[in-house]
């Protein structure tokens, strides 16, 4: 009874994605025997891979709050105001949505903006030092 909608098909996608996103981010950027040619290969993969993570969620987001809407919201089955006459319930749901592409659309600004990105590493800056590293280890 599972997967017949495309909020369930998008949520899936959605989720498998961030988890080969986290792995190939642990394994680019957190192991120390990744070089760092593969970091620099890996860079704009795993900006644009993230920024597609999160169009999708609000995508998977926004179909699950309509699916529910649907299923809840019919005056023959449970006896509440269809949606279709826009009850508190709807106006609420509806608004949450609108403040989810809202928060989406302002976070792919800010990703966009060139003055708020990290500027790509020198040449003195490319050696390697292992992120899981101690600050003030002498080793």
């Given amino acids: 009874?599972?997967?017949y909608s495309l909020h369930s098909w998008i949520g899936i996608c959605t989720a498998a994605l961030f988890a080969m996103q986290w792995l190939?981010?642990?394994a680019g950027f957190l192991l120390p025997?990744?070089?760092?040619a593969l970091r620099?290969?890996?860079k704009p993969v795993h900006v644009w891979l993230g920024s597609s993570i999160l169009m999708l969620s609000m995508a998977a987001c926004i179909s699950g709050i309509n699916e529910k809407l649907f299923f809840v919201l019919k005056a023959a089955v449970n006896g509440s105001q269809p949606y279709s006459s826009l009850p508190a319930e709807a106006v609420l749901a509806n608004s949450l949505g609108a403040l989810i592409?809202?928060?989406g659309l302002v976070v792919l600004m800010i990703l966009s903006n060139g003055k708020w990105?990290?500027?790509d590493p020198g040449p003195e800056d490319l050696t390697y030092t292992s992120l899981?590293?101690?600050?003030?280890d002498e080793s």
């Fill in 117 to 119: 990105q990290r500027a």
């Fill in 132 to 136: 899981l590293q101690e600050e003030n």
């Fill in 33 to 36: 025997c990744s070089p760092v």
């Fill in 40 to 42: 620099k290969l890996l």
């Fill in 1 to 3: 009874a599972n997967l």
């Fill in 24 to 26: 190939l981010g642990f």
């Fill in 101 to 103: 592409v809202a928060f």
